[in-house]
């Protein structure tokens, strides 16, 4: 092999070390972890911040006068402002802290788009989305009776822009659009169909469940007017998540769920609202998820989501070069433009053999629909295998998936 | 020889040579046109979907079976496997069989192999090549999901049956 297929550009850090999951055998061999689009590992520092948290710092946030509750709010709040930092929300009154991606993005079907669209108003997703991203909008239309309409791909697994375009009318109420496809690892250009749909006065909602952990974010930069996220796909905990939205809309939307702490004053004749995020978050949160995002968002700042962009795509390259070396793979999703996350058939092998039989050899992967299930018709399959990198992943274990793959063919020759 | 990569007898088990046959050329396999009984069965975790489809004569033997769908290599073969062993049957017996092949292809099964083996007696014994999945909690129900949706053929069951 030459040294020049084995030597990523961007050297390997031993970011590795920082996950202790990591460092376990399964099946009796050393765990290849290839499912971070499914939900990444968390590095000790998040682990222990959480823990921290727990044995020191837990009370209820925002209710009590005493220590605890303070120490708890100020953690609770200093995760917030460090999300504001990470992707550059101008106000930290735009930072509503949700479970994940899912609530996210219920909320603006509820909120923002439930009140105010009028039957025969159309929403446009993209055939890319994740289930996240389709059936909240399908509810909201059942309930209003309004449209869905979905943009086409391409057979790369591209969007069909020019076509995404046209569909951009005046009875277009809202595009909601996925940064990067958890199914085929598409980036999408997000930054040029928000200045077009700005220009057709379209609000959009950016789903960056898979944007976040891979790149840099700047979400005034893209011009988006949401941007939803889970902490448990960008290294922190499960159960938490962030919906950024225009403070100029979220403060003219409706609360979505109605309980404590997004209130001001309740009487049985009218309730005033809290201010902003707080109107949009009822009832106790999941602080200590809150306070592991928050350490999460200190880990990656300190490798540099630059850094981590660059090392992905090494490492990208070096699996394509890998998985076309060998026979009988059909690799789905060949956009240009992709994150470290690939989609594959093996010869006619059905992809959850081909889990079990990788999860044998301690090689981690996601198979099946991927919860994107109109992106499997798109290509007439009903699943894929999946191999998704993150920058604690090296080229050892490309090699190992690939090895595995090659006994997988052994066993169903 | 990368020392990681030695498939453990675990999978050659699962795999063996009579589940990749069946999987590969499916018995039985198509829509029964004069189907009496029909159910499908779906596995909402991974999306497999088998339809069994019965013809019951009036004397409650099982004259005709079939079956169609999408799996993976254990759901298609179990199917398959359920058709040969399954036709020909009484309605009661291929129910008596349905409980006696989920209960041995679950943790229950475990305990009791002897009750067990009277009810696969030897026109059944090929059902015993699934046995490879006890040791896969996670496919278990892709060998059972074609059961499944022949308990509910013969329930009748308006509801797809689902492996849950
Ligand atoms: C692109 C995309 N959108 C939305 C989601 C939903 O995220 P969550 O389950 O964390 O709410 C996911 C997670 O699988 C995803 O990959």
Redesign the pocket.
Known sequence: MSHAQRQPAVAAVDWRKDFPILNQSVNGQPLVYLDS??SAQQPASVIDAVARYQREDHANVHRGVHTLSHRATDAYEGARDKIREFINAANRSEIVLTS???ESINLVAQSFCRPRIASGDKILITHLE?H??IVPWQLVCEQTGAELVVAPIDDHGQLELETLRSMMTKDVFLLAV?HVS?ALGTVNPVKDIIAHAKQCGIPVLV?G??GVPHMPVDVQDLDCDFYAF?G??MFGPTGT?VLYGRETLLDSMPPYQGGGDMILEVSFESTIYNELPYKFEAGTPNISGVVGLGAAIDYLQSVGMQRIAAYEADLHQYMLLKLGQVDDIHLIGTAVNKASVQSFLLGDIHSHDLGTILDHQGVAIRTGHH?AMPVMTRFGISGTARASLAFYNNTDDVDRLVAALEKARQVFK | MNVHAAVTDDVLDLYRELILDHARSPRHFGRLANATHKARGINPLCGDKICVYLCIDDNARIEAISFDGSGCAISVASASLLTDAIIGLSADRAETIFSAVTERLTDGGKGQPGNIDVELDRPLEKIRALDGVREFPSRVKCATLAWHALRSALRQDAQPATTE
């Open positions: 689009a499914a994940g991606t899912t994740h996240a991203n996925g958890n789903d469940a898979q889970s448990h796909k998540g919860c």
